[in-house]
Nanobody, 126 residues
């Protein structure tokens, strides 16, 4: 059974930083493109960033470039999202996602996902 478990969310002031983690089990992480999506209150789920199986290639939503950084440790079966200079509009539930087929860019463009985590809430206060 595949499980993606996010952690690291919480309350942070504007300008602060958080690092989210996604611990994967039941799959071989190196076989999956991984990514992060988020859903703000009253909004649709949106793509944030994805990373290739090897970790060499990344693909960011335009609005996330420069402040967010994705990384992965296949040996630890874990994916990370470092978020800096957080803004109140970054408040959302952040979801980890895994795709067995396609590329990092493909996840960003087509939002093709095989598995989702349960999400972790990030709240940025002004």
């Amino acid at each position: 059974q595949v499980q993606l478990v996010e952690s690291g969310g919480g309350l942070v002031q504007a300008g602060g930083s958080l690092r989210l983690s996604c611990a994967a089990s039941g799959l071989t992480l190196s076989s999956y493109v991984m990514g992060w999506f988020r859903q703000a209150p009253g909004a649709e789920r949106e793509f944030v960033v994805s990373i290739s199986r090897s970790g060499i290639m990344t693909y960011y939503a335009d609005s996330m470039k420069g402040r967010f950084t994705i990384s992965r440790d296949n040996a630890k079966n874990t994916v990370y999202l470092q978020m800096n200079s957080l803004k109140p509009e970054d408040t959302a539930v952040y979801y980890c996602a895994a795709a067995q087929r396609g590329t990092a860019q493909g996840m960003g463009v087509n939002h093709g996902v095989d598995y989702w985590g349960q999400g972790t809430l990030v709240t940025v206060s002004s």
